[in-house]
């Protein structure tokens, strides 16, 4: 099956500046990239995607970059803000269905800390 | 609200005891995803429904939970006999179709076993 590690663990950045969080997959058949934040008591929120056909994804602050040849892609937020604290997971499946295959596996996430 | 609802989401329950959650997907959405997430951890992958039909369990899924999707809408999931190791949050996602497509989740029922 697909195992998706992430890093790091906790990255604390200041207000401001940019943060990048990598993940890397096993499953070179693995197609679809989603990141997901999840605030405290709360259920994870999709942010962005990136599907296996294109390399690079931009969507105002937040950017992902995907690597097939490496099986990496990593999380990128620029202009950082306090309420952008959170933790993070990245994500990935195959496109076949079966075998518990179906459902999406996450990273063990990160913990983004902005200091005012 | 159009987005994914569960309830409780909050339960606190005697080591022993039966419980079942409650989940509502999108409404257009045909599949239905049961995820179980302990602290610190990412959510792990327990069941999925496509419309009424459970397709897939994975081995976390032990003979004591047991999920339902009776009408094709909302689905339950019930735990008996419940343990210490079970207390988790547990989500519901739903999606249009197939695993590559976008997956929301529910804000979760965090469970508590005493």
């Known amino acids: 099956g697909e195992n998706v590690e992430q890093h790091p663990s906790t990255l604390s950045v200041q207000e401001g500046d940019s943060a990048v969080i990598k993940c890397t997959y096993s499953?070179?058949?693995?197609?679809?990239f989603p990141w997901y934040k999840q605030e405290l008591g709360k259920g994870p929120q999709l942010i962005i995607d990136i599907r296996s056909n294109v390399g690079e994804k931009k969507d105002q602050r937040i950017a992902v970059t995907l690597n097939k040849t490496a099986k990496h892609f990593s999380l990128h937020i620029t202009e950082t803000q306090p309420e952008d604290s959170a933790v993070y997971f990245c994500a990935a499946i195959p496109p076949y269905s079966g075998g518990g295959a179906d459902g999406l596996t996450f990273g063990k996430g990160t913990h983004l800390i902005i200091q005012p | 609200d159009t987005g994914v609802s569960q309830d409780p989401r909050h339960k606190i329950t005697k080591r022993g005891q039966n419980v079942t959650f409650r989940c509502d997907p999108i409404?257009?959405?045909?599949?239905l995803y049961w995820y179980r997430q302990t602290l610190g951890q990412g959510p792990e992958f327990l069941t999925y429904?496509?419309?009424?039909?459970?397709?897939?369990k994975s081995r976390l899924l032990s003979d004591r939970f047991s999920a339902e999707r009776p009408k094709g809408s909302f689905s339950t999931l019930e735990i008996q006999r419940t343990e210490q190791g079970d207390s988790a949050m547990y989500l519901c996602?739903?999606?249009?179709?197939?695993?590559?497509?976008?997956?929301?989740f529910g804000q979760g029922t965090r469970l508590t076993v005493v």
């Open positions: 409404s257009e959405h045909n599949r």
């Open positions: 429904f496509q419309n009424e039909a459970q397709l897939e």
């Open positions: 996602a739903s999606s249009k179709k197939q695993g590559t497509t976008e997956a929301f």
């Open positions: 499953d070179s058949a693995s197609n679809y």
